[in-house]
């Protein structure tokens, strides 16, 4: 059983990994990155980074959810609520 | 901060790459239409290989002469909603029609295809316990009908069945009613879905299905009532929709199925609701076109001719094409730099064609989509030909990008 920080930077560094592809600008990542203003990702491309993270941890991230996510900070907090309430 | 601040990265990217060229791919303006294949641009005539006039029917005798008798019957508009005013007899007579000709026991005739889209997932789903399911590809009026609605939006990968069922399978039991939204064949790059797949699918896990056949009514199926009907599988479609605005040569759209559910849309889907009636031109314009199209194949099979000489020439000539054979025929660039050169010259060898770039397609490619037409003499497409030809001579050494 990992530590909910343990979990937390497991999960961030997840993200990271499957945004990496996308950062173009070679943007240094942290949990205030702003995935739009910062990455310059257009919305279609977040949707499809989530579907890689929804795949990878078996959880279904609504399209709701997702508009309001602007940084990978509010994304990783948001995978945990999922991940606790569909488990 | 402004209002208008949210406008500047993409008018940035729109203006420079405008100002490349002195040409807007996106605010094109058809100076003198010619029939339905041909329009003067600038002073200059090309062939109209961007469309969705995939039956050709647009300048058909029998619907110019219907639209004609009903302006002058009717009127040139209904100034009312469906739900007012601006239901004719002929509105309820096409309703019948389009019901009849697909198989369906009830069909809604709408005032545009994302209307009927947006107007059937808002008023069908509702927060907070019913969910949507949508193939990722699907049409930004899929994605608005969903937003309208309210509902949990869940997208599943595109054509993947096993996407779909791993997001049916997570749902908490407590979810009421699930819709899940896919296409026959999608716009942009012409490929089709595995509809009876899906369908089996959401069946078992007691969804509905909502299938968009915008652009395969008409193209697909032995009497061309789209892919589901290619797929045998249209009596199980719970809710298919579809529009005039392409292989039926109007504008407007509809929603048919045999759920008799189907009639509470009346009164409850607010973009049936709250805007005006397709005008009576409109709608004698579509039933004349379904009336062809019920009564004579021949235009299909010219189309998919048509569509598989284009095919096999952009294939030949090396380019990367999108899907298999369909009158959609999309081809890859490098970039968006790119795209909008090609389509430039394309313009300038007499071509029309549509370019898409991201965020408007699949997996932020950027394209040209070329939709071929019935109406497509062999003369039009050895034109396109020709001008394809130049083009992968012009790209060959070309290493623009983004």
Known sequence: ?87 | MSLFDKFQPTKEMYYALREQTGRDPFGVSMDEMKGPTRAIVKGREIVLAGTNNYLGLTYDESAVKAAQDAVAQSGTGTTGSRFANGTYDAHRQLEIDLAAFLGFKHCIVFSTGYQANLGAISSLAKPPEDVILIDADCHACIYDGCQLSGAETIRFRHNNPSSLEKRLQRLDEKVNGKLVCLEGMYSMFGDTAPVKEFVDIAHKYGAHVLLDEAHSFGVFGDNGRGLAEAQDIIGDVDFYTGTFSKSLASIGGFVASNHDELEYLRFSSRPYMFTASPSPANIAAASAALKRIASDQSMRITLWENAKRVHAAFTQLGFEVCAPASPVIAVKLAGKAQAFKAWNFLMENGVYVNLAIPPGTPNATSILRLSVSAAHTNEDLDIVISAYTALSEMLANDDSKD
């Open chain 1, 1 to 87: 059983m990992t530590s909910i920080q343990e979990d937390d930077d497991l999960v961030f560094r997840k993200i990271c990994s499957l945004i990496e592809p996308l950062n173009e600008k070679g943007v240094k990542l942290t949990r205030d990155t702003d995935l739009i203003a910062d990455l310059e990702i257009d919305s279609v491309a977040v949707l499809d980074v989530v579907m890689d993270i929804e795949d990878n941890y078996d959880i279904s991230i609504p399209v709701n959810t997702i508009s309001e996510i602007k940084t990978i900070g509010e994304l990783v907090d948001a995978i945990h609520a999922i991940k606790k309430e569909q488990s």
